[in-house]
């Protein structure tokens, strides 16, 4: 089976700018996740859906960070404005049913300068 | 917000080693631990899922074990390869399936 697609694979922006990241989980896995991870650190759950609706959103800065899943299937993240510590690796992730084993795609590295 | 733990942040091995790791979780409202291989450059790797106390799961040189009534895993690799050198992460869920990782233990294996 396909796995999970992820674009753009690398971003930079400038501070105050915008940024949209595309994902799409595998056929038939109703929960999808976006994660933030920093250097160092290990991946922090921004949102989790459950087909369209979300789940968790408690650790999702609302402020800049906003994030769909249209129909539930594809999703997309968007950060308006970008902040120099919004800079990191956006990992997405699907997952058959909650909590399961989770596939990851490869991930969209975004500089903020 | 949950806290796991990893242990050691890194760990340099030479080839043929055996080597493990620890995870260490809050045990309370458990549900699963989850072991993923993150390979520089690839995406993260499903491991193992692991959800009931003495647990023990196995594939190839790697096992990994689980303890739930004091919040541990240990992750264990056997005659370490270079080709195992990646960061290995683990993940709890709880009782509302929220999932937490851990900062992830980065393996290097010389040649």
């Not at chain 1, 404005?81 to 590295?109: H, I």
């Not at chain 2, 989850?34 to 450059?41: D, I, L, S």
């Not at chain 2, 004091?70 to 690799?77: A, F, K, R």
Request: glycine share 8%.
């Amino acid at each position: 089976e396909a796995g999970v697609a992820q674009s753009p694979r690398y971003k930079i922006i400038e501070k105050r700018q915008s940024v949209a990241f595309w994902c799409n989980p595998i056929s038939g896995h109703a929960t999808l996740y976006w994660y933030q991870q920093i250097l160092g650190q290990g991946p922090k759950l921004l949102i989790q859906f459950q087909n369209n609706g979300v789940v968790d959103d408690s650790q999702l800065p609302k402020d800049r960070f906003s994030a769909e899943r249209l129909k539930g299937v594809d999703s997309t993240l968007k950060i308006q404005p970008a902040k120099l510590e919004d800079s990191a690796v956006y990992l997405c992730a699907s997952s058959r049913e909650t909590p399961a084993e989770q596939y990851f795609g490869p991930g969209t590295r975004l500089t903020v300068t | 917000i949950l806290n796991v733990e990893q242990s050691p942040q890194s760990l340099h091995v030479q080839e043929g080693d055996s080597t493990n790791f620890t995870c260490s979780f809050p045990s309370s409202n458990f549900y699963a631990l989850h072991w993923y291989r993150w390979e520089t450059a690839k995406s993260p790797e499903a491991l193992f899922v692991m959800t009931l106390n003495g647990d023990e799961k196995k594939k190839g040189r790697i096992s990994a074990t689980l303890n739930t009534k004091e919040g541990y895993s240990y992750l264990y690799i056997k005659g370490s390869q270079p080709e195992d050198s990646a960061t290995y992460l683990c993940a709890s869920n709880t009782g509302g399936f929220k999932t937490i990782f851990g900062a992830g233990t980065r393996l290097f294996v010389k040649a």
